[in-house]
């Protein structure tokens, strides 16, 4: 157990439809980075927050938005779901810089299906 | 663009033997790798990572080899054991500032009993 938790983990929903994942990471840990693992894909970085801030972004699409909450929790959301949304959608996160600062800790995943 | 990938996707071991898993990468200026083991239906679990400033490390049955001047990066997974069965990938930070990890994209170890 990697100490960063996820909900839901599982989730099915309709085209054009709109979900939001949730993600807690570690105890003491401020980053938190949203991936997207796909079949024909791979493990694809969508964006991290820092203490509240977004730091970087990646192959983050439009319709899909991200914050982190003051007590750190994270949310990201997908809207105008299509069937090519359907992945794993994992958040990890790591520690104050310093240290181990570079190592990213990942959550169980939300399994998300567009039907 | 800068990309980091494994030399070979599926690889099948005898319990007992010794596994040794390949990453080829290509930003010279990555400055961290680490390791991660993903089992069917979980996150990705940290295994072992390295420093760029390191050519090898050693944790409990694993050790990573970094060659810089090949830009290659290996895992030895030492007495291979069935629960070793996971996809593998290796994943690199950027350098300086850039904390996001690029990952490859996978070698399935497969341990046969």
Redo the contacts between chains.
Sequence with gaps: D?G?TQTPKHLITATGQRVTLRCSPRSGDL?V?WYQQSLDQ????LI?YYNGEE??K?NILERFSAQQFPDLHSELNLSSLELGDSALY?CAS?PPRGGRG????????TRLTVL | GESVGLHLPTLSVQEGDNSIINCAYSNSASD?F?W?KQESG?????II?IRSNMDKRQGQRVTVLLNKTVKHLSLQIAATQPGDSAVY?C?E?GGGS?????????TLLTVNP
């Design positions: 990697s960063v980053s980075y791979g493990l694809q970085f991290q730091r970087a990646g994992f790591s570079d190592t990213q800790y990942f959550g169980p995943g | 961290y680490i991660y979980k996150g990705p679990q940290f990572d990938f994943a930070k850039n904390y996001k990890l690029t990952f490859g994209k996978g």
